[in-house]
């Protein structure tokens, strides 16, 4: 699905779209790209120009800029690309100018970075060797000649003086570049007529999210493996939000419980890096060494670049939104823990701790979040273990919540992926299951939320496996 909104599209070919920004760099090169039928954008009127690239997009521009020439055979990869990139991979790989990640794997839905997109471009042209390059980040063997005619042809200047960044991904703004550089930059037509996105906002969500190395099955370093199955698609969105289920905090002690989860600080900076904006701290475990740990966990969260929410010093901190601002539309984020209800971890309005799931305090929380943005999430620890349908009271809850002005519910605690359902033409994600977990159960699903530019809501779960330790893949 990804590649198709990232290739196909409804944009005009004879009107510029309105997300490329006049006197941008990459500005001449989706005109040219659109000039060419090289593009249609993402959808009507977008192109997207700071959208993450995958290996399968790569191609297919790589494969259309070729004449899109058919491929004798399937490509020789066990991880088979999606339909609309098979001959896309299948001609890179027949004309020697892929051979693949190792494995016999293509990783179609990895990004592609910057250096990966040189090769390609240098393997289709074939060209002499180039006299060496001049940056001082680029080391590994098979990046040399790549990127040193890439230099040589003007290509690339890089990324500042004397580094090219060959592991940065690349967007759709930098490809339209290098593709229109490496063409020559010939004189291209700038048609006045604007087609005005109408790209949704996309916006994801998660379960449970466990780094704790103490316990057992859990992952193992590095922390980015626990996302890197997901290719771009928490980087490409508007808005991905997890259940952080260990406390992010190196205080405190133990309290009396069967399970303790500590969440090492290292973790966090990957996590944001994969793309991920929210974590919700209200749940069973973020407490478990104490609301002194809780407490700091947020600040450590926050120092991430991650928004914390579902805890603070009092009842309004811990009811406070995540707010979000995307193109002028405003997104707030909710967070409550309805799982251990005991009052030591409750916070009031003398007493720090989480957001509990009080029908009454997450209405008031709800419409009062109605009142500062456009759209309302709630993400929420909820339901019964190891069972794949709501609790009666979950159901009571979900419907409050939307009643109140939520726009969609993610719930999670039940350890299973259960159903997705409408109410009142709102989603609710009953339980999105384990995710950065262990793989005793394989099975996970991400919840995806796409708001029209007209309000109207649609949503979907993306199935995923976790294949291993704490590293789940979409299916």
């Known amino acids: 699905m990804v590649g198709l909104l990232t290739l196909g599209g409804g944009a005009s070919a004879d009107a510029r779209f309105s997300d490329v920004v006049e006197g941008s760099y990459y500005e001449d090169g989706v005109a040219w790209l659109l000039e060419n039928k090289l593009t249609t954008g993402t959808s009507a009127g977008c192109f997207e120009p700071g959208r993450i690239l995958t290996r399968a997009e790569a191609a ?27 001959d896309a991979v299948a001609w890179m790989a027949e004309e020697g100018i892929t051979v693949g990640v190792g494995g016999g794997r293509f990783a179609p839905n990895d990004v592609v970075t910057r250096a990966q997109l040189a090769a390609f471009l240098y393997r289709y042209e074939s060209p002499a060797r180039a006299a060496p390059h001049g940056f001082s980040d680029v080391f590994a063997e098979w990046q040399q000649e790549p990127v040193s005619w890439l230099a040589e042809e003007g290509i690339t200047v890089g990324t500042a003086p004397g580094r090219f960044s060959p592991d940065e991904p ?89 399970y303790n989860f500590r969440c090492p600080l290292e973790a ?78 409750e916070a009031t309005a ?38 794949f349908s709501p609790a009666a009271d979950d159901i009571e809850r979900a419907h409050a919540l939307v009643d109140a002005g939520a726009d969609a519910v993610f719930g999670h605690g039940p350890h299973r992926v259960q159903p997705l359902e409408f109410y009142n033409d709102r989603p609710i994600f009953w339980s999105l299951g384990n995710f950065v977990w262990h793989n005793l159960t394989r099975q996970t699903a991400v919840a995806e939320v796409l708001v029209a530019r007209d309000g109207t809501i649609s949503a979907s779960l993306i199935p995923g496996t976790i294949v291993s330790k704490g590293h789940p893949v979409l299916d």
């Open 350 to 387: 003398a007493k720090a701790g989480m957001a509990y799931g009080d029908i009454d305090i997450m209405v008031a929380a709800v419409e009062a979040a109605s009142q500062h943005a456009d759209y309302v999430f709630v993400t929420i620890h909820w339901g019964i273990e190891k069972t």
């Open 60 to 86: 297919t521009f790589l494969h259309r800029l070729a004449g899109t020439p058919a491929p004798a055979g399937p490509a020789p990869f066990i991880d088979t690309p999606a339909a609309w990139a098979a």
């Open 268 to 345: 966090l900076a990957p996590t944001r890096a994969a793309g991920i904006e929210v974590a919700n701290l209200a749940n069973n475990h973020g407490a478990d060494f104490g609301i002194p740990a809780l407490i700091d966990g947020l600040a450590n969260v926050a120092a991430a670049g991650i928004k914390p929410v579902g805890a603070g010093m009092d009842l309004a901190v811990a009811t406070r939104p995540a707010i979000f601002e995307r193109e002028g539309v405003t997104f707030a984020v909710l967070g409550f823990n309805a799982v251990n209800n005991s009052t030591a971890w």
């Open 170 to 258: 690349v967007t759709r703004g930098q490809l339209a570049t290098f593709l229109y550089r490496y063409r020559g930059m010939p004189p291209t037509a700038h048609d006045e007529s604007i087609t005005v996105c109408q790209r949704p906002f996309v916006v994801h969500a998660v379960g449970d999210v466990n780094f704790d190395p103490g316990y057992g099955p859990n992952p193992q370093l590095p922390y980015s493996d626990a996302w890197s199955g997901m290719g771009q698609l928490f980087l490409n969105d508007d808005l991905t939000i997890i259940n952080l289920e260990c406390a992010p905090s190196r205080l405190g002690s133990r309290v009396p419980k069967t």
